[in-house]
């Protein structure tokens, strides 16, 4: 699986968008990007995943640069609810159970 | 609704007892996990089984055990073999083949004193 780099925390306005940015460089062609969020005492959620193009979906986008050496979550709206630990995954999808969470970003969503 | 139940939320034991977590999910998913994190740490892999009657060993399993005779049901054992307990403790589970998108029960903070 190839490393990722999060910053270790940001701030965020209640009610502006949340760029979450994370660096993959040694990404392999096949290897998708995946963000989970983990809020406190509580297990970790899926948020969005993909390979190369853009993804939107309820919670967040997925931004993915051309080169695919890194990437950034988007929060459109964010909420004091979106105050959590972000992580950042880069892997094959597979059967193998293993999924690898770092340190990720602390998220402070902030009144 | 459907989900992974874990039970229960907070669990105290005494030095050098088992203890045994339940994890049941109604998601249908073949392939269940169990993660470990420790304060400020990431997740560690325990166990994970692809399958009914089937399981392998993780990153950490060294005084843990587990069984898989249920489809909907993991349980996880901390013996007494395991050094330190006491922890935060996770299940998950996932589609065959998409053990990327897992869905997470609430855990089980588990205090040895």
């Known amino acids: 699986d190839a490393k990722t780099t999060q910053p270790t925390s940001m701030d965020c306005a209640e009610g502006r968008a949340a760029n979450l940015p994370c660096n993959h460089s040694?990404?392999?062609?096949?290897?998708?990007v995946y963000w989970y969020r983990q809020i406190h005492s509580q297990g970790p959620q899926y948020i969005i995943h993909?390979?190369?193009n853009n993804e939107t979906n309820e919670m967040a986008s997925l931004i993915i640069t051309e080169d695919r050496k890194s990437s950034t979550l988007i929060l459109p709206h964010a909420t004091l609810r979106d105050t959590a630990v972000y992580y950042c995954?880069?892997?094959?999808?597979?059967?193998?159970?293993?999924?690898?969470f770092g340190q990720g970003t602390t998220l402070q969503v902030k009144p | 609704d459907g989900g992974i139940t874990q039970s229960p939320k907070y669990l105290f034991r005494k030095e050098g007892q088992n203890v045994t977590l339940s994890c049941e999910q109604n998601?249908?998913?073949?392939?269940m996990y169990w993660y470990r994190q420790d304060p400020g740490q990431g997740l560690r892999l325990i166990y994970y089984?692809?399958?009914?009657?089937?399981?392998q060993k993780g990153d950490i399993a060294e005084g843990y055990s587990v069984s898989r005779e249920k489809k909907e049901s993991f349980p996880l054992t901390v013996t007494s073999a395991q050094k330190n307990p006491t922890a935060f403790y996770l299940c998950?589970?996932?589609?065959?083949?998409?053990?990327?998108?897992?869905?997470f029960g609430q855990g089980t903070r588990l205090t040895v004193v």
């Open positions: 993909g390979l190369k």
């Open positions: 040694t990404i392999s062609g096949n290897e998708y």
């Open positions: 995954i880069v892997r094959v999808p597979s059967n193998t159970g293993k999924l690898i």
């Open positions: 089984s692809q399958i009914v009657n089937d399981f």
């Open positions: 998950a589970s996932s589609n065959r083949g998409r053990s990327t998108e897992a869905f």
């Open positions: 998601l249908n998913h073949d392939a």
